[in-house]
C-alpha cells in the first residue's frame, strides 16, 4: 500500500457520459499530480494541484477537469467521453517536490 | 515539448542475466528517476539521480546520469523472476515545476 487511495479501481461506461475519478493523497502531502497512461504508452502528466490550488497544467483536454478539496483529497472529472479515453488514471502525491512521487494504484477508465 | 526514448520497448531474458536499458532526450534534464510497475500497480520508485555523472546503486539496481544530462541508464544484474515489470525513466527539469516527463517503458519479461 503506498498511501496513495484511488477511487474506484475500474470503471466502465460508454461514450458521451461524465465520470468522477476520486484520489487521496498520501498523510502528509500536499500535493496531487494527475496522470494518463494509454495502452503502450509512457504516462502524460495532465494536472498538478498544490494545497487546493492548480499549480501546473499539462496537456489536459478540455471536457477534462480536476479539484483539490480542503481536506487535499482530488477529484478528476472527466466528460463527454470518448472511445479514446479509455486508459490508466494514476495519482500521485509529493510533499511539494518532484523527487517524493508516490503513485496509487490507478484507476482502469473503459470507455464502450 | 520535451521527450524522452526509452529502449529497448521490450526484453525477454533468463533468470541470472544481467539486463541494461536507457533512456535519451534532446532536451537536457536536472533530475533523472527510474521507476517500476507491476501490473495494475502504480510505478514505484527505484532510484533517483540529482547530478550529471552520478552512479547510485540501490541493491541489484544500478542507473548514471549522464554527463551531457541527456540520458540515463538502469542496470539489473542477475535478473530474478520478480524484476518482471515495466521500468519507466522519467526526467525533471526546475522550469516545469512538479511535472514529470515519462519515457514509454521497457517490458522486462524474466524466464525461470
Known amino acids: 500500500d503506498s498511501g496513495v487511495t484511488q477511487t474506484p479501481k475500474h470503471l466502465i461506461t460508454a461514450t458521451g457520459q461524465r465520470v468522477t475519478l476520486r484520489c487521496s493523497p498520501r498523510s502528509g502531502d500536499l500535493s496531487v499530480y494527475w496522470y494518463q497512461q494509454s495502452l503502450d504508452q509512457g504516462l502524460q502528466f495532465l494536472i498538478q494541484?498544490?494545497?487546493?490550488?492548480?499549480?501546473a497544467k499539462g496537456n489536459i483536454l478540455e471536457r477534462f477537469s480536476a479539484q483539490q478539496f480542503p481536506d487535499l483529497h482530488s477529484e478528476l472529472n472527466l466528460s463527454s467521453l470518448e472511445l479514446g479515453d479509455s486508459a490508466l488514471y494514476f495519482c500521485?502525491?509529493?510533499?511539494?517536490?518532484?523527487?517524493?512521487?508516490?503513485f496509487g494504484s490507478g484507476t482502469r477508465l473503459t470507455v464502450v | 515539448g520535451q521527450q524522452l526514448n526509452q529502449s529497448p520497448q521490450s526484453m525477454f531474458i533468463q533468470e541470472g542475466e544481467d539486463v541494461s536499458m536507457n533512456c535519451t532526450s534532446s532536451?537536457?534534464?536536472?533530475?533523472w528517476l527510474w521507476y517500476k510497475q507491476d501490473p495494475g500497480e502504480g510505478p514505484v520508485l527505484l532510484i533517483a539521480l540529482y547530478k550529471a555523472g552520478e552512479l547510485t546503486s540501490n541493491g541489484r539496481l544500478t542507473a548514471q546520469f549522464g554527463i551531457t544530462r541527456k540520458d540515463s541508464f538502469l542496470n539489473i544484474s542477475a535478473s530474478i523472476p520478480s524484476d518482471v515489470g515495466i521500468y519507466f525513466c522519467?526526467?525533471?527539469?526546475?522550469?516545469?515545476?512538479?511535472?514529470?516527463?515519462f519515457g514509454e517503458g521497457t517490458q522486462l519479461t524474466v524466464n525461470p
Open positions: 494541484y498544490y494545497n487546493g490550488e492548480e499549480r
Open positions: 522519467a526526467g525533471h527539469v526546475e522550469t516545469s515545476g512538479s511535472r514529470l516527463t
Open positions: 500521485a502525491s509529493s510533499p511539494g517536490t518532484a523527487y517524493g512521487y508516490t
Open positions: 532536451s537536457i534534464f536536472n533530475t
